[in-house]
Nanobody
Framework: QVQLVASGGGLVQPGGSLRLSCTAT????????LGWFRQAPGKEREFVAA???????SYRDSVKGRFSVSRDGANGTVYLQMNNLKPEDTGVYYC???????????????????WGQGTQVTVSS
């Protein structure tokens, strides 16, 4: 099973920006849909954004207009650009893939697999 590695997290002040990257250990790996999720302490893992192979993105309402998901077709890396970060964006961010081939972006984390180790994002002054 392919492993995904999420990176790019860190500590940032409110209003700041970060760009997360998700890379597969197998560079030949491709998936129909790759999703980003986050989990804050004591809370359920929640959907943040996802992108299809064709580049269509979907976002949770609270990040629309601030986050942007994209993928580099050359190296298979998927990025999550996060702007105007807020304290409520704090959490461990994970990437995972939906291999079901259904073509519709799912927000339920149970649909996804190959979860990486996550990267910590902390938004605080």
């Amino acid at each position: 099973q392919v492993q995904l590695v999420a990176s790019g997290g860190g500590l940032v002040q409110p209003g700041g920006s970060l760009r997360l990257s998700c890379t597969a250990t197998d560079r030949t790996f491709s998936s129909p849909i790759l999703g980003w999720f986050r989990q804050a302490p004591g809370k359920e893992r929640e959907f943040v954004a996802a992108i299809t192979w064709r580049g269509y993105g979907s976002y949770r309402d609270s990040v629309k207009g601030r986050f942007s998901v994209s993928r580099d077709g050359a190296n298979g890396t998927v990025y999550l650009q996060m702007n105007n970060l807020k304290p409520e964006d704090t959490g461990v961010y994970y990437c995972a893939v939906d291999m079901s081939g259904g073509g519709v972006i799912a927000t339920n984390p149970r649909v996804y697999e190959s979860w990486g180790q996550g990267t910590q994002v902390t938004v605080s002054s």
